[in-house]
């Protein structure tokens, strides 16, 4: 009996921890999902990549903006032209992910660098009237 204890609390444990993991942000809640299984699907189908946009367009054409569970995290892919500007031009409500940070060590890191790309803050201003 204790046995099978202590193995329902690793479980609920192990439960809680992936859902920690890839719970939506509170910020993110109402932005569309696509689905990450299904583009693996296509993927893997050998499906094209004209058929795999049809799959998405009507998402991208009413909201403008979707989000995909990736690599660990929420990646937001956005459409309109107005929140491209938004985001790109308000990196303290936007603050972009550092090359150092997703691929720390990487020959990608190195060879790019700080740029206006993978910047923010006062470094991003200062590259952005280069």
């Known amino acids: 009996m ?6 329902l ?15 939506v942000p509170e910020g993110l809640k109402n932005v569309p ?10 993927i893997y189908n050998k499906v094209g990549q004209d058929k795999r946009w049809e799959d ?6 009413k909201e403008g903006i979707g989000k995909l569970w990736f690599n660990g995290e929420w990646i937001l892919i956005v459409t309109d ?8 031009t308000k990196t ?4 972009k ?13 190195q060879y790019y660098g700080t740029n206006i790309v993978f910047s923010n803050g006062d470094i991003w201003k200062r590259h952005r009237y280069i």
Not at 56 to 61: N, P
């Open 81 to 88: 032209l107005g929140l491209v500007k938004d985001i790109v």
């Open 9 to 23: 609390v690793l479980v609920s444990f192990v439960a809680f921890r992936i859902y920690q993991k890839i719970r």
């Open 33 to 42: 999902i696509l689905s990450y299984l299904n583009l693996l699907t296509a």
């Open 97 to 109: 992910s550092l090359l150092d940070e997703s691929f720390p060590g990487s020959l990608f890191a």
């Open 56 to 61: 998405t367009r009507e998402i991208f054409e």
């Open 92 to 95: 303290d409500l936007y603050p």
């Open 2 to 7: 204790n046995f099978l204890i202590i193995i």
